[in-house]
């Protein structure tokens, strides 16, 4: 989502938000009130499982969380055993929101929950300057500590999902994963062992992916849902079809696009009757600058709950109820201008499934 506020402070208040120094409580306040309030803005969204809040870089705050790597001139390289940092190895965000649980369930009169998020070990791996094909296993083994240090769950709320974030995988041709290598088995143990923590606690496994022309991650017999990019081929396909049958998974339906500047220039094209002769990047330019300057309201370029009701009829309608339990944004909306324009796409989304449950086809 994007910030607004003291990040510098936000982020100093995410590393001490379990020091008891005195001198370093009001910045971890601060983050904890960004963290809380920004929970409760989704939720009043009508997203029914928001995502913990994720303000900082995916990356970074899971590296932060790991010892026996440094980070130098060219990436990441290994400087001992990796592992968690700390023995219970708590997101910031997430503790947060288990700390001030009860405040939740007072403000909002219910109970909630929550969908956490990590960065998978191939994404992480991808900032190495050397893998071997054990990489995987190592990063895997602290990630899923670090996961099942963070399902939470009390009278207030818990944890309903974890997502494993996989945005590099299956983008570049990557030898590593061949068919029949080390490297490529090695990331499946390691997605596994993460995935059945997390189902060990009742709790719901999601895969996140930007690419899905690799269908390794069907082999993940822990993992429940995929999801992926608004007209990704995993929503249009018969492979797909085939793979949610013969694997008994779910998808999580992806109804709006989150990049802006490609809900910009869809908006621009959809008004041009001159595309060819077009300049769409320099008129993407002109309207951010123009949303910089107030002269134009961001709203205008989120889709219509309308067109996101559309396209989750058509995901549902091609297979079937009881295969897409979950709908919801594509990915993070960080390329928002604000975080109130933020927060209507997703209300906008929370609109669309409501209409849809209404009028199921």
Request: hydrophobic content about 35%.
């Amino acid at each position: 989502m994007p910030f607004a506020g003291d990040f510098e402070k936000f982020s100093d208040g995410a590393s001490h938000l379990v020091s008891t120094d005195r001198s370093l409580r009001d910045s971890s306040e601060y983050f904890e009130r960004k963290i809380i309030e920004s929970f409760l803005s989704k939720l009043e969204a009508g997203i029914d499982i928001p995502n913990y809040p994720q303000f900082r870089d995916m990356n970074k705050m899971f590296f932060e969380m790991m010892d026996g790597i440094e980070r130098l001139k060219g990436g990441y390289v290994e400087t001992g055993v990796i592992s968690q940092r700390s023995s219970k190895a708590e997101i910031p965000e997430v503790l947060a929101l288990r700390r001030n649980s009860k405040e939740i369930y007072e403000r909002t009169g219910g109970t909630f929950r929550v969908k956490i998020c990590i960065t998978g070990p191939y994404t992480l791996s991808s900032f190495f300057r050397y893998r071997d094909p054990e990489i995987y296993g190592r990063l895997g083994d602290a990630l899923s500590k670090i996961a099942d240090g963070n399902m939470f769950d009390d009278k207030h709320g818990g944890v309903r999902i974890l997502a494993v974030d996989e945005p590099v995988f299956g983008s570049k041709d990557d030898p590593q994963m061949d068919v029949g290598s080390a490297g490529r088995e090695n990331l499946l143990q390691s997605w596994e062992g993460i995935c059945r923590k997390a189902r060990q606690k009742g709790v719901e496994t999601c895969f996140h992916l930007h690419s899905t022309t690799d269908e390794l991650v069907w082999q993940v017999d822990s993992l429940r849902i995929v999801e992926s990019h608004v007209g990704d081929p995993l929503y249009s396909t018969e492979s797909t079809k085939r793979l949610l049958e013969s694997t008994d998974k779910m998808l999580k339906a992806s109804i709006c696009i989150t990049i802006f500047d490609k809900l910009i220039e869809k908006h621009v094209l959809s008004r041009s009757k001159d595309i060819e002769k077009m300049d769409i990047t320099g008129k993407i330019g002109q309207v951010w600058e123009e949303i910089r300057e107030g002269k134009t309201v961001p709203d205008t370029f989120i889709e219509d709950a309308e067109t996101m009701e559309r396209r989750l009829r058509e995901i549902v309608g091609r297979f079937g109820s009881e295969r897409v339990p979950y709908a919801g944004s594509e990915c993070g909306l960080r390329s928002f201008p604000t975080y109130e324009c933020a927060v209507e796409c997703l209300r906008r989304a929370s609109t669309a499934t409501k209409v849809f449950d209404r009028r199921p086809p």
